[in-house]
């Protein structure tokens, strides 16, 4: 019996895993964690045969490890800058869950089995696996993001991963040219609003950023280490001020400008990244507190990464700013922040006096563009993932004549 069976990431943002058995074969798409609670998608009844990864964030990639502690001994097909990221991502990942104590079911043994095992490949390359075919399309989401495809002997199958359809400072607009779809497996981050124009939202960052230094404050720009980091980097490089890289962006920008047809100006993302100040060591922390600024680091809700040392120093701070850039998880110090206008996270509960802002610069397609998409896709079913409200959008596109679901997290659908 062929099905799709949701493993996790049906009703929520996190855990993405999605596995596809054609009867023939068992294709797995990602297999992911919740960033925030680290918990992990269900467990597939059967190993597959294959696994194919969309992009390289955690809430897609973080539990492949897992795969082969369990026993899995296949590939995992890939581009070649998601496989680079991806390492880095998973070893960070572990070393987070040894620091908060947690007891982590793979060890660096495992990553290196998927770093061994995995196979990497170009956008637009037919991969078989027995008697289906797979390719990859641009995703426009992150560097090496990728939407998948897959024909069977009678389905055709679009998983869109995370997706964006205009282009951005760092990215190219995604691939959207598919034909013939039976089914569309698609993500609805934003399916409940629009993003603002991104012109407008690089030219009021740029503003405040201004603002700030000129006021004698720093502005501390906390980013996602893939994706977000090299974009705010490449909008704020050239405004004259000092501009400090903490975290895991620096080695995430070195990896990406290692596979420079992955974004859209390469040689403007050099330029920049030559031009900022790299931190290492505390005491190079110590020193860029001392002159107004800013501060692009790790991580973007948060929950981790040199981004706390900065809120001890700088909360109390009224010249300062802080601004997230991008979406929130629920229950991240990020989320809580914009939420109640405190900043809670390990030793610290507190209400900061510096500014606190948020701007729009997700990496995830506005409301309009979605639906544009699907009706464009016009698939004979639609599965709505990677959502916090994809049960009142499937009830909506229902009343627009698309015929939509809202799966559960576990539930399986024959195909």
Do not use: W
Request: aromatic fraction near 8%; charged fraction near 25%; glycine fraction near 6%.
């Amino acid at each position: 019996m062929s099905y799709i069976r949701f493993l996790g990431g049906a009703d929520e943002v996190g855990r993405e895993a999605i596995m596809v058995d054609t009867g023939k074969e068992k294709i797995l798409m990602d297999y992911g964690i919740n960033v925030q609670t680290l918990e992990a998608p269900a467990v597939p009844e059967k190993l597959p045969d294959t696994v194919f990864l969309s992009h390289a964030h955690l809430d897609h990639s973080g539990f492949l490890p897992e795969l082969y502690r369990t026993g899995y001994k296949g590939k995992v097909f890939l581009t070649p800058v998601t496989k680079e990221l991806c390492s880095l991502l998973l070893k960070d990942s572990m070393k987070v869950q040894r620091i908060r104590g947690m007891e982590t079911k793979y060890t660096i043994d495992h990553i290196h089995m998927f770093e061994s095992l995995s196979k990497t490949i170009g956008f637009n390359n037919p991969i078989e696996v027995n008697s289906t075919e797979v390719r990859l399309f641009d995703a426009g989401h992150i560097p090496g993001s990728a939407s998948i495809l897959i024909t069977t002997t009678n389905k055709r199958i679009l998983y869109t991963g995370d997706i964006k359809f205009e282009d951005t400072e760092l990215m190219n607009a995604a691939y959207q040219d598919f034909k013939d779809i039976d089914i569309l497996i698609t993500e609805t981050t934003y399916s409940y609003k629009n993003h603002p124009p991104r012109k407008e939202m690089e030219k009021k960052l740029r503003e405040h950023v201004k603002d700030v230094v000129h006021r004698g404050g720093i502005a501390l720009l906390p980013c996602f280490a893939v994706g977000r980091t090299q974009e705010i980097l490449l909008i704020v490089h050239n405004l004259g001020f000092p501009v400090y890289m903490d975290g895991m962006g620096i080695d995430a920008t070195k990896i990406i400008l290692n596979h420079k047809n992955s974004i859209r100006t390469p040689g403007k993302l050099k330029k920049a990244f030559s031009n900022a100040i790299k931190i290492r060591r505390r005491n190079q922390r110590i020193k860029a507190l001392r002159e107004p600024g800013i501060i692009i680091t790790t991580s973007g809700m948060l929950q981790g990464g040199p981004v706390h040392f900065y809120m001890k120093h700088l909360y109390n701070r009224k010249e300062c700013s802080i601004v997230l850039l991008g979406y929130q998880i629920e229950d991240t110090p990020g989320r809580i922040l914009l939420e109640t206008g405190r900043y809670i996270n390990e030793d610290l509960d507190v209400r900061p006096k510096m500014e606190i802002k948020f701007m729009d610069f997700s990496a995830h397609c506005s409301r309009d563009n979605l639906i544009k998409f699907i009706e464009k896709v016009n698939a004979d079913k639609t599965f709505l993932v990677h959502g916090e409200h994809t049960h009142e959008f499937s009830k909506e596109l229902n009343e627009r004549g698309i015929n939509a679901i809202a799966p559960e997290d576990n539930e399986k659908f024959t195909l």
